[in-house]
């Protein structure tokens, strides 16, 4: 029987013929091909049913059945775990007509409708569904088996509701799972460009060849007609070889050259835009930093470790952050959060936005411009190494100044400004209130308007002043102008160095000197007014009381309406009046006009004014009580001594006349006395002229020595008279 080597017969009707198409070489089965080349090598179209047994295959375990091309490379492969197909052709060539990889399509009427249902190329994997029809579950699945019956699940499967890859890998050395291999020179290649198992999902690229945009697409399809692709990539990751994506375009892209991802509207100028392991979603966003995140319209991550979230956000240095609109983190480690925030200083915090104040004014948007510094709220700044700035417009411009409130301003170093328009100047200096200000180093203004302008000085209240170093003002209205000053109270002025005015109206202008009470005035140095608008004038001079008047130096004003002119000396009691140097006067209207008089008056008539060396108790009328008066006697004291023995003490006695008598000033009592101009005669030393006033007075214990000398001068008349009685009683009795 004639026929080809290897040819297999075929029983006809009644005889074998040689009329089959099938070769047997001993080692390889041909169907259509007198040379085989594999175990089954089939010629021609090819249709495939059955099942596979479950048994594990290697890498390069040869086919069960393979499909060749016309040039011989393996383009369809079936192993004892699995069916491979191989595709190849330039993408770029789809346009001309090549239509190389793999493709089902779909039959009406049992014809060739051309329509392809999935389609693997170079260029792209394509999957389409028609699900119109009522009740179809169109799609496209992937099946299991297990003990050659088929198997419910399917272990891919692809609708238009979802995709869902199931993998069973009990089985002992199973390498259950799903890959898309590719062709090189049409040979066998050994990388899989699409492979999803258990372990991991991995997708590879290959973008060496020119012009290549090897990747992974998902489209949209409108008429599902052959070859249409979507208006609009749905989900889109793929490579480009040069690294440069210019103009912009809508991309999910894996960026090999710096393993970086980016997604969205897509610009990439140069690969030195695109950090090592960055990350960039958003419109034309940048993560040029190392490790950093940009995300939003055109964010910009441009430090190491930055991130950038918002429209315009800007992360310039390492490790900085920036959300919100136009935030920009300027310096490293900086946070900058809220519409605008700027925070530009090592490691600095900007938080909040640009707004309107109270007046209606637009703020600006907060700004840390120093290193370590803080900015909290609407045009917040703090512009200074540690400065924190918190409110609407606060403004902290010293080094580590606190700013806190509306429109408050801390210059000053280590300064603090709290309130509403506060502001410290001064370094250290604290202003907490109303429109305070605090410009002296150390100050401290609290309240309402007040000013603390010297150093370490103090002003507390509405409106008070300290402007002095070591001044304080305290109250309202008060003013504490010179060094070391206190102020305190209502319009209270303390204006002379170490100066105190406490009370209401009061003033100290004096050095040193103490003003307290209501309108009283201590003008002398180191003087002091007390009470009711008392006035000391004179240095070291006191006024206490009511209206009363200390002006000279040491002088004492106390009680009511009393004045004092003289120095050293003092008035008390009711308008009493001490004008002469080391004066008195106590009582009621007492004057003590000259040097060294002492003037006491006890009723409520006005007193005589007193000579100079003169000690008067006016309208003394009755000194009670075990009272003792005494006067130096001492003869070691005393010299000119002359004894009055050897006057006529008597007659002068005898020519002295007392009288009764009542006072012009006051004809109620009687008294008893004598009169000094008689006296003035007899023994003139007891009588005293007061040329000043033109008034006499009388030392009456002047005349006890008369008395006494006058008594004993008596004593031998009587001594003498009764010896010349004796004698003559006894002449009698002869």
């Not at 080349?37 to 089939?42: P, R, V």
């Not at 208006?231 to 892209?253: H, K, W, Y």
């Amino acid at each position: 029987m004639a026929g080809a080597q290897g040819q297999t017969l075929r029983h006809g009707t009644t005889t074998w013929e040689a009329s089959s198409n099938i070769y047997n070489t001993g080692n390889n089965v041909g169907i259509g091909t007198t040379s085989p080349t594999e175990k089954l090598h089939a010629e021609g179209n090819i249709r495939a049913h059955g099942m596979m047994l479950n048994k594990q295959g290697t890498p390069d375990e040869e086919p069960l059945f393979i499909v060749r091309n016309s040039d011989g490379n393996t383009v369809f492969a079936v192993y004892e775990q699995g069916v491979r197909i191989y595709v190849d052709g330039d993408p770029a060539d789809e346009g001309k007509g090549n239509r190389s990889g793999f493709a089902i399509g779909g039959l009406t009427g049992f014809k060739d409708t051309g329509e392809e249902y999935f389609r693997v190329s170079r260029g792209y994997t394509q999957v389409l569904f028609d699900d119109e029809a009522k009740g179809n579950r169109s799609g496209f699945a992937i099946g299991g088996l297990t003990g050659f019956k088929d198997d419910e699940k399917d272990y891919l499967s692809v609708s238009r509701e979802r995709t869902q890859v199931l993998f069973d890998d009990e089985a002992k050395g199973n390498r259950s799972g799903f890959a898309i291999g590719g062709l090189t020179g049409f040979k066998d290649d050994d990388k899989d460009y699409l492979s999803v198992s258990r372990e991991r999902t991995q997708v590879l690229f290959d973008d060496a060849g020119k012009g290549n945009r090897s990747g992974f697409a998902i489209g949209g399809l409108t008429g599902f007609k052959d070859g249409e692709k979507s208006g609009a990539s749905f989900f889109d990751v793929t490579t480009d070889a040069t690294g440069i994506i210019n103009p912009a375009q809508n991309r999910v892209l894996w960026y090999p050259l710096k393993n970086a991802f980016l997604a969205g509207r897509v610009l990439v100028e140069s690969p030195e835009n695109v950090g090592e392991n960055s990350f960039a979603v958003g419109f034309e966003s940048k993560s040029k930093g190392n490790y950093s995140q940009a995300m939003g319209y055109l964010a910009q991550a441009l430090g190491e470790y930055s991130t950038s979230i918002g429209n315009k956000a800007k992360a310039g240095q390492k490790n900085s952050f920036a959300f919100g609109e136009d935030a920009y983190a300027q310096g490293e480690e900086s946070y900058a959060i809220g519409r605008g925030a700027l925070a530009q200083g090592y490691r600095s915090f900007a938080l909040g936005s640009a707004g309107v104040d109270s007046a209606g004014v637009i703020t600006l948007p907060p700004q840390a411009l120093g290193d370590y510094s803080f900015a909290i709220g609407q045009g917040a700044i703090a512009d200074n190494r540690g400065a924190y700035a918190m409110g609407v417009d606060a403004y902290a411009g010293g080094k580590y100044s606190t700013a806190l409130g509306y429109k408050t301003q801390a210059t000053g170093y280590y300064s603090t400004a709290m309130g509403h328009k506060t502001e410290a100047s001064g370094n250290y200096s604290t202003a907490m209130g109303e429109s305070t200000v605090s410009s002296g180093m150390n100050s401290t203004a609290m309240g309402w308007q007040t000013k603390a302008s010297g150093w370490i000085s103090t002003a507390i209240g509405c409106y008070t002043e300290a402007s002095r170093h070591g001044s304080t003002a305290m109250g309202c209205y008060t003013k504490a102008s010179s060094d070391y000053s206190t102020a305190m109270g209502y319009v209270t002025v303390a204006s002379n160095h170490s100066s105190t005015a406490m009370g209401r109206y009061t003033v100290a202008s004096g050095s040193a000197s103490t003003a307290m009470g209501d309108e009283t005035k201590a003008s002398g140095g180191a003087s002091t007014a007390m009470g009711f608008k008392t006035e000391a004038s004179g240095h070291y001079s006191t006024a206490m009381g009511s209206e009363t008047v200390a002006s000279g130096q040491y002088s004492t004003a106390m009680g009511y309406k009393t004045t004092v002119s003289g120095w050293y000396s003092t008035a008390m009691g009711y308008e009493t009046v001490a004008s002469g140097y080391y004066s008195t006067a106590m009582g009621y209207k007492a004057r003590a006009k000259y040097n060294y008089s002492f003037a006491i008056n006890l009723d409520n008539s006005q007193g005589p004014e007193v000579g100079a060396n003169t000690f008067q108790i006016s309208r003394a009328s009755a000194i009670r009580g075990n009272v003792a008066y005494t006067n130096y006697s001492d003869k070691r004291l005393k010299k000119d001594i002359q004894y009055l023995n050897t006057e006529d003490n008597l007659s002068k006695i005898l020519r002295l006349n007392g009288v009764r008598f009542r006072w012009k000033d006051n004809d109620k009592l009687l008294n008893l006395g004598l009169l000094a101009q008689d006296v003035e005669g007899i023994v003139p030393e007891s009588v005293r002229y007061d040329e000043h006033n033109d008034i006499y007075s009388m030392e009456y214990t002047a005349l006890i020595p008369v008395l006494i000398e006058g008594m004993k001068e008596q004593q031998k008349i009587i001594e003498e008279l009764k010896a010349e009685i004796e004698q003559l009683k006894k002449n009698n009795s002869k």
